[in-house]
């Protein structure tokens, strides 16, 4: 009889971070379950993956923007009979202005996504993971989780979320067989600086920063969540950068943050 092989179910998996760790986990003998909005550019990942790794790739388009999303696509996951055995909230986005004027919309799908849906999601999956003593959850947070960022505060709050969130999990889960692990990557070459309107910005434009490839990031939060580790921190300038507001008061490093994305738009 052959056994099944694990499934991965990978949110915001169209491109970027999201597309590269699905390869990662189809690489390693997953079958994955692919979702985002468009559902054209989960296909055309479904068809790579099936081709190059010899796996199941399942679409699922969802906006999880909608509250409705998270549980319907859990529902959606039992109808067909499919059991996730690793869980990837990589779903999220960002925005680079100043709360008082930044889209008030775009403002509460951010949150709705990058909260709202990470907790509904891990919600739904994690009870079937703690019976079977088997699963693993993989949050992408961000380098933003460990300071307030001016200029981009409700990114960095939601982000902010996510980590401690994950750490709290994780250790709840102590001995269940179950482990949670948050990635933290720092700038990456992705459309997320489309999104969130920031491509522009000299900060990343023109190298102020290091920027990793999505590639890159996502080999580092698969190796980490296989390994069961909390938290990851993707590249070492970025370990360094994380580690600062350790040792650095908060209003310096709001000051300090808040002065880089502030000349970045100059």
Do not use: W
């Not at 680079?96 to 949150?111: L, Q, V, W």
């Not at 990114?155 to 949670?180: D, F, N, P, W």
């Amino acid at each position: 009889m052959t056994t099944p092989r694990p499934l991965a179910l990978v949110t915001g998996a169209s491109s970027g971070i999201g597309a590269d760790l699905a390869r990662e986990y189809a690489r390693d003998g997953h079958d994955v379950v692919l979702v985002a909005r468009t559902e054209s550019a989960l296909a055309s990942l479904a068809d790579e993956i099936t081709r190059d790794f010899g796996v199941t790739a399942t679409v699922i388009p969802a906006d999880l923007s909608d509250p409705a999303a998270p549980r319907n696509l859990f529902d959606e996951m039992a109808a067909r009979g499919l059991t996730v055995d690793v869980l990837v909230n990589n779903a999220g986005f960002g925005d680079g202005k100043p709360f008082a004027a930044s889209d008030h919309a775009k403002t509460m799908g951010m949150i709705q996504v990058n909260i709202a849906a990470l907790t509904d999601l891990m919600h739904a999956f994690l009870p079937g993971m703690v019976e079977r003593r088997r699963g693993k959850v993989l949050n992408v947070a961000s380098t933003a989780a460990f300071q307030a960022g001016p200029g981009m505060s409700v990114y960095c709050a939601t982000k902010a979320y996510a980590l401690s969130l994950s750490e709290g999990v994780a250790e709840e889960l102590k001995g269940t067989g179950v482990t949670v692990t948050a990635l933290c990557p720092g700038p990456t070459r992705t459309n997320f600086m489309d999104v969130a309107d920031v491509a522009d910005n000299a900060l990343f434009s023109k190298g102020r920063v290091p920027v990793m490839t999505a590639a890159e990031v996502a080999r580092i939060g698969f190796r980490a969540a296989k390994a069961g580790q909390v938290v990851v921190v993707a590249g070492l300038l970025n370990q360094i950068g994380a580690f600062a507001p350790r040792i650095t008061p908060r209003s310096v490093m709001r000051k300090v943050t808040g002065r880089l994305l502030a000349s970045g738009r100059h």
